[in-house]
């Protein structure tokens, strides 16, 4: 065997050790935001001193002044949230239980999810809002605001529900902004930050669903979901 035969060998073998004791999570991701041009998809937060910072922190304002105690109890309660919160709108069927291959595939859309939230936030790191102290909710203070995570989180959920249950779109999309308002009375976030999180909540959902790898789960995922729904709607 020729030494140029034995040396390609080597690095072939070297090469192929390296893929292999990658994470999985480097090897099969299906979004990489390390790569976005975030201000591409999100807007610059407003500053203070402009009109439109007056006029987000007049929203802020207004809607926490407005919010009655249960709104904010249950914005509270929402605030520990996941994909199964669309129960309420999709029926109790939608499950953990019922859906393993679901569950399994939010698992790493929402790891994924968390990972391009940080790296928007951390773009931008706007300063979150005082109000949040007024209200008694004990989630952590700590992270920037923009955008919002809960809200992103809301809308890639919706976006991707909608496309397994194209019919339940409209009533998806409401308690996604539901769930973005509730940051917003609770006084976790500005408005800005709730509407920067519904541009990147859709757009991360896209970039999911034209994953190749990601399709080829998510068919999986659809037939599961329409079948649960099936079996309930047959029982009834």
Known sequence: MTTSIIRTLYFSVLALTLFLSL???????????????????????????????????GYLKNAR???????????????????????ET???WFNSR?????TALFTKVDKETKQAIEIAKHHFARTRPIYWLETGDPEKSDGYSYPSGHTT???????????????E??????????KAWFRVILGRHFPADVRAGKI???FLAAQFLTNPIFQKKWAGVVSEIQAARKATASHS
């Open 200 to 202: 990147y909540g859709k």
């Open 90 to 92: 999709l029926g109790s």
């Open 169 to 178: 779109q409209k009533a998806l999309h409401l308690q996604a902004r539901e």
């Open 153 to 167: 989180r809301a809308f890639v959920w919706a976006d991707l529900l909608s496309n397994a249950i194209p019919d």
């Open 65 to 87: 002044a407005t919010a009655n105690k249960e709104a904010v109890t249950k914005a509270i309660a929402a605030s520990h949230d996941s994909v199964f919160d669309y129960s």
């Open 98 to 102: 019922n859906l393993p291959k679901t």
């Open 23 to 57: 994470p999985l999570t480097a090897k099969a991701a299906f979004i990489d935001p390390t790569h976005y041009n975030i201000e591409a998809i999100i807007p610059a937060p407003p500053q203070p001193g402009t009109e439109q910072y007056r006029i987000d922190t």
